[in-house]
């Protein structure tokens, strides 16, 4: 997730991955293809957090509900890979998969490439099922909510011939 995030970072340019606080435009110098003049010179890049805060605001599809899951994720993962935990230990399979494929398949669309590209055709379809799946049940909660809040009265509706309210 993390290195397709940045790859999607820097598709649009490469600069915008380079990490130039502190007054240091060395990172950025580079990014843009020139070499720095800094002795002992290592490009430094942007943490994933800051890769997906700005994936939100360049990438229509990336909302927020994507990013909070990326962040989460990736959070996750370096907990997997720095501590020797194991945070997706318990979690169900079904719980992640249709967000990580549905930030998968935005980030790859960034780049003008699918799903099939990245894993191959047999795992493309068992994502994109898992995300039909992850689709039906959220029709499914929003019917059975609005029929609930029609049932109790809680949702009025204001038609536009008789300009009065009406239930849903």
Request: hydrophobic share 40%.
């Amino acid at each position: 997730m993390e290195l397709l995030a940045r790859a999607a970072l820097s598709n649009v340019s490469p600069a915008l991955l380079a990490d130039y606080g502190d007054r240091n435009w060395s990172s950025l110098l580079h990014s843009l293809g020139f070499t720095p003049t800094e002795p002992k010179f290592s490009p430094r890049s942007i943490s994933i957090v800051e890769v997906l805060r700005r994936l939100g605001e360049i990438l229509p599809n990336f909302n927020k509900e994507i990013e909070n899951f990326c962040k989460a994720h990736t959070g996750m993962r370096n907990g997997e890979l720095h501590s020797g935990e194991n945070p997706f230990d318990g979690v169900a399979v079904s719980a992640w998969h249709p967000k990580f494929y549905k930030a998968v398949e935005i980030l790859l669309a960034s780049m003008s490439m699918e799903l099939n590209e990245l894993i191959g055709e047999t795992e493309a379809a068992t994502a994109k099922n898992s995300l039909q799946r992850r689709l039906i049940r959220k029709q499914k909660l929003y019917k059975a909510m609005l029929m609930h809040t029609n049932r109790c009265g809680w949702l009025r509706v204001k038609t536009s011939a008789t300009n009065s309210t009406s239930p849903l």
